[in-house]
């Protein structure tokens, strides 16, 4: 079945450090991909999106995009702060499944502890 | 302000008392979802609805129940609780139609659950 696969973390950086956070996934069609990002005590919220292959979605400085060739929606950011300390989780959307036509496939999440 | 609401927040209880959490969204939307997160495995999908009346199992159904009586509330319910639900639960709702984002989830901010 679909899955998508994170990086383990936690990663752990200094402010104003490069952040990636490694997503693959596996899935049949053609997806949708989406980063949604969890500060401590509170629900998930989207950060970005793709549609579809080659799209870039971008917020906040963060940046990802979809590559098909490598099955791949990798998060980066070229200076991180403090406040970006939280858990990031990567997923899938796909049209064909049979969970609702709004079903997310999530990854493990990764905890990014960003340090002053 | 937009916003789906759970209660409680925290629960600790033990096995076999029934619980029901509550879900509430504000924005008209149709479709609605419980997920759970548990370390490791990320989020996975209890339930989902499309609509008034209209709800179907996610991946991980077993020991919970929902109703969908009115389009702003889908509650979810523990009828013998058990350990291993012990979670993190979350529910969300988006909307339809084929304006851009108007499927994105809107996360409720969660309900630890503790069963004892």
């Known amino acids: 079945g679909d899955s998508v696969t994170q990086m383990e973390g936690p990663v752990t950086l200094s402010e104003e450090a490069f952040l990636t956070i490694n997503c693959t996934y596996t899935?049949?069609?053609?997806?949708?991909l989406f980063w949604y990002v969890q500060y401590p005590g509170e629900g998930l919220q989207l950060l970005l999106k793709a549609t579809k292959a080659d799209d870039k979605g971008s917020n906040k400085g963060f940046e990802a995009t979809y590559r098909k060739e490598t099955t791949s929606f990798h998060l980066e950011k070229g200076s991180v702060q403090v406040s970006d300390s939280a858990v990031y989780f990567c997923?899938?959307?796909?049209?064909?499944?049979?969970?609702?036509?709004?079903?997310?496939?999530f990854g493990a999440g990764t905890r990014l502890a960003v340090h002053p | 302000e937009a916003q789906v609401t759970q209660n409680p927040r925290y629960l600790i209880t033990v096995t076999g008392k029934k619980l029901t959490v509550t879900c509430s969204q504000n924005m008209n939307h149709e479709y609605m979802s419980w997920y759970r997160q548990d370390p490791g495995l990320g989020l996975r999908q209890i339930y989902y609805?499309?609509?008034?009346?209209?709800?179907d199992k996610g991946d991980v159904p077993e020991g919970y129940k929902v109703s969908r009586k009115e389009k702003r509330n889908f509650p979810l319910i523990l009828e013998s609780p058990s350990p291993n639900q012990t979670s993190l639960y979350f529910c969300?709702?988006?909307?339809?139609?084929?304006?851009?984002?108007?499927?994105?989830?809107?996360f409720g901010a969660g309900s630890r659950l503790t069963v004892l």
């Open positions: 899935a049949t069609g053609y997806p949708s």
């Open positions: 969300a709702s988006s909307g339809t139609g084929s304006l851009s984002g108007a499927y994105v989830l809107t």
């Open positions: 609805s499309m609509n008034v009346e209209v709800t």
């Open positions: 997923a899938l959307r796909n049209r064909m499944f049979s969970g609702g036509y709004n079903k997310l496939i």
